[in-house]
């Protein structure tokens, strides 16, 4: 499926992590199928999730220790009771926690335990999984997580003499811990298990799964340790730059995240072996990929390592168009937010790949107003905010009285352009609005996050970004928010607005 040969089409944001369940963190059992159901009574298209790959400190899908590594915790409980590696008491005997926020510490304790006395019971000459291990796709992520348990599961570059990874010892090693390694490489192949059962029952639903790249890796990375190459390091095996955004209206200091960056020329000299391997990767999990930070691309924002904030950072140029040559009709998404040059402008442009839209940059105090629905191309994404934002409830009445008259004023105008009821001046009422001009706009696909479909506040914001807040990444839904009334309302909307993802004549 390529975005840009679609019309019409809706989706809902929705991370993973965020599905109810009586466990602590939502995963790929039952109420994954039950939200597939919802979509399809719903007649959404889409299901976007963010980065399913393993987390580390910070919780962030964003800062993996692996591009490949998919995340244990999304191992649904309830299926291991059903192969007879737990019983029903032991899958409910991790500590309850507030159900309305994943505790990752408790998970860190309990559940990886838990995973490794499922494994202790599963039978070590099953074929498929025999096959999945001769297959090697997951041998160095199995290999570094080994690795990082014997380090009691601290960053590679604290691990004193052994932070240069040596493939022999590192072999040695394993071959010594085999009950680990294997353990590890089962993770991947249950969770795979799982998901590929979860995205067949959705395609045959008529939902198409949309997955997200994040553009940078983590530092304490099984890319930046086994691959050093593929960076550009120090002798010793420290970042020469690290990614960050420069200062702007809302952060000072800028953004220092801390990604080792790419060494592009090094790559270019493979024909960007590597990235491209890793897009088709994401590709063979996911009928859609976006592609986080794309601006990046063309040029990325770099800063000396050893900096205490963002603000001593440069601009240098990225591969540009030559990361996709050869490439054709690539489903992707590029997220093109933060600063654009012309020069990122002509890239998205060339690939074809449609851009994002979001309505509360439109609206906001900085009036972006390339993110008016009424100016934008048909080739592009509508969200009314991202998995980085404020919900657009608790958004709206954090404005001043005048902010919030000059909201509703251009959130008026935008509905008359395109023949909407004119939104009601109370905070549900306007959020209400945004989301049914976001189905109205002539973007090719609409995302609404679940927290505005449902108009939530603060307390369902997904992420704050720069802020390494207890709260980022641990919002979960409950069973009583999916509603029929919900249902038929998103029903509604599509219908009135012909989002039912028909093929172009």
């Not at 089962?186 to 590929?196: I, N, Y």
């Amino acid at each position: 499926m390529n975005p840009k040969t679609h019309t019409r089409q809706s989706a809902i944001l929705l991370p993973l992590f965020s599905l109810p369940n009586s466990h602590g963190i939502g995963s790929l059992g039952n109420e994954a199928y039950r939200w597939v159901d919802f979509l399809e009574q719903s007649k959404v298209r889409i299901w976007q999730l963010l980065p399913l790959t393993v987390t580390s400190y910070g919780d962030s899908p964003y800062q993996s220790p692996s591009v490949v590594g998919l995340n244990p915790y999304f191992i649904a409980l309830e299926e291991l009771v059903k192969q007879g590696l737990l019983t029903v008491s032991e899958a409910n005997s991790e500590t309850k926690t507030n159900p309305q926020r994943i505790d990752y510490g408790a998970l860190f304790r309990e559940r990886i335990p838990l995973l490794k006395k499922a494994f202790s019971r599963f039978s070590r000459d099953d074929e498929a999984f025999l096959t999945f291990q001769n297959e090697g796709t997951y041998h160095d992520f199995a290999t570094f997580m080994t690795l990082k348990e014997q380090h009691g599961f601290a960053a590679w570059n604290d691990w004193g003499n052994e932070r240069i990874y040596r493939p022999e010892e590192a072999q040695k090693f394993i071959r010594d811990h085999q009950e680990t390694y294997r353990f590890y490489l089962w993770t991947q192949f249950e969770f795979l298990r799982e998901f590929r059962a979860l995205k067949q029952y959705a395609n045959q639903k008529g939902v198409l799964l949309m997955g997200d790249m994040p553009l940078y890796v983590a530092r304490d990375s099984l890319e930046a340790y086994m691959h050093p190459e593929l960076f550009l390091m120090d002798e010793k095996r420290n970042p020469v730059l690290v990614a960050g955004c420069p200062p702007d209206a809302f952060t000072s200091d800028g953004q220092l995240w801390g990604n080792p960056i790419y060494d592009w020329a090094a790559q270019k000299k493979t024909g960007y072996r590597w990235w491209k391997e890793r897009i088709q990767y994401n590709l063979s999990l996911y009928d859609i990929l976006r592609i986080d930070h794309f601006r990046g691309i063309s040029a990325y924002y770099t800063i000396p390592y050893g900096e205490k904030t963002a603000r001593n950072g440069k601009w240098l140029p990225g591969p540009g168009f030559d990361l996709f040559e050869g490439e054709k009709d690539l489903p992707i998404v590029a997220e093109d937010l933060g600063y654009m040059d012309e020069k990122v402008k002509a890239l998205l442009k060339k690939t074809t790949f449609p851009g994002m839209k979001v309505l509360q940059f439109a609206f906001g105090p900085q009036s972006e107003m390339e993110n008016l629905p009424s100016l934008s191309p048909e080739n592009s994404v509508c969200y009314t905010g991202t998995h980085d934002n404020e919900p657009l409830l608790s958004l709206y009445t954090s404005y001043n009285a005048k902010d919030q008259e000059n909201f509703y004023e251009r959130l008026a105008k935008e509905c008359a352009h395109f023949a909407l009821p004119m939104p009601k001046q109370n905070a549900k009422d306007i959020v209400r609005s945004s989301v049914e001009l976001c189905y109205a706009s002539p973007s090719n696909i609409a995302i609404l996050p679940l927290w505005d479909l449902l108009a939530k506040g603060h307390e369902a914001r997904i992420n704050t970004p720069s802020l390494l807040s207890s709260n980022n990444w641990t919002y979960r839904y409950q069973k009583e928010d999916f509603t029929d009334e919900l249902s038929a309302w998103i029903r509604k909307e599509i219908e009135s607005t012909n989002r039912q993802g028909e093929e172009k004549k």
